[in-house]
C-alpha cells in the first residue's frame, strides 16, 4: 500500500499529512480538528500552542468517552447474547417435553 499527500489546513496554517489513509479520511479528521480549536479559540483567548494542547486534551476525552461507551455496549451485548442463548435453551428444554417439534 502506497502512502499518501494530502494538504490540509488547520486553524488557518497550511500542513501537508502522509498517511496510508484516503485523502477523504485525511481531510474529515483535519475538519474535525480545525472545528475543535476554532469552538475553543472562540471561548478562550489562548495563544496557538495552548490552544492546541487544549485541542488535542478536549479530543483525548471525546475519544476515551467514546471507547468507555464501546466497551459498556459490549458487555451489554455479551449479557444479551447469554440470555439470549439461556432462553433457547430453555424453550428447547421445554419443547422437548411437551413433544413439539419445530
Keep these: 500500500m502506497e502512502k499518501i499527500r494530502t494538504t490540509v489546513?488547520?486553524?488557518g496554517k497550511e500542513y501537508t499529512m502522509t498517511s496510508y489513509d484516503s485523502e477523504e479520511y485525511v481531510r474529515r479528521v483535519a475538519r474535525y480538528v480545525d472545528r475543535k480549536m476554532t469552538?475553543?479559540?472562540l471561548a478562550t483567548r489562548l495563544p496557538t500552542h495552548s490552544l492546541a494542547v487544549l485541542t488535542a486534551l478536549?479530543?483525548?476525552?471525546?475519544?476515551?468517552k467514546a471507547h468507555d461507551?464501546?466497551?459498556r455496549t459490549r458487555k451489554e451485548l455479551d449479557q444479551t447474547r447469554e440470555q439470549l442463548e439461556s432462553?433457547?435453551?430453555e424453550l428447547t428444554?421445554?419443547?422437548k417435553k411437551t413433544g413439539e417439534t419445530v
Design 9 to 11: 489546513k488547520i486553524a
Design 69 to 71: 461507551e464501546i466497551t
Design 93 to 95: 428444554a421445554l419443547r
Design 39 to 41: 469552538e475553543l479559540s
Design 58 to 64: 478536549n479530543i483525548a476525552d471525546d475519544m476515551l
Design 87 to 89: 432462553l433457547r435453551a
